[in-house]
């Protein structure tokens, strides 16, 4: 009686398999920690007072020739408010 040869994925198939896990998780970890070093960092720059701005009304407007550009919807003004930027 002949037996049969179990037939499945070689072991240097699944050595692989693990190892390429291990290196996804790897890459997804350290990519995840890059977003947030670099989503904190650019938090303060999109900020009215990060970029050096003040808030003002949209009826006022900038106040002088100094602050000649003006950004609305940043964080740190409130409704009504746009940012104003001296360039």
Not at 15 to 41: K, M, N, P, T, Y
Not at 46 to 67: F, K, L, M, N, Q
């Amino acid at each position: 009686m002949k037996t049969k040869k179990a037939e499945g994925l070689p072991i240097t198939m699944i050595i692989v398999a693990i190892i390429a896990l291990i290196v996804l998780v790897l890459v997804v970890v350290i990519f995840q920690g890059r977003i947030e070093i670099i989503d904190s960092g650019l938090g303060d720059q999109v900020d009215c007072h990060g970029r050096g701005g003040r808030c003002y009304s949209t009826d006022e407007g900038c106040p002088s020739v100094a602050w000649t550009k003006q950004l609305c919807g940043l964080k740190g003004c409130g409704e009504g408010e746009c940012c104003c930027v001296p360039e």
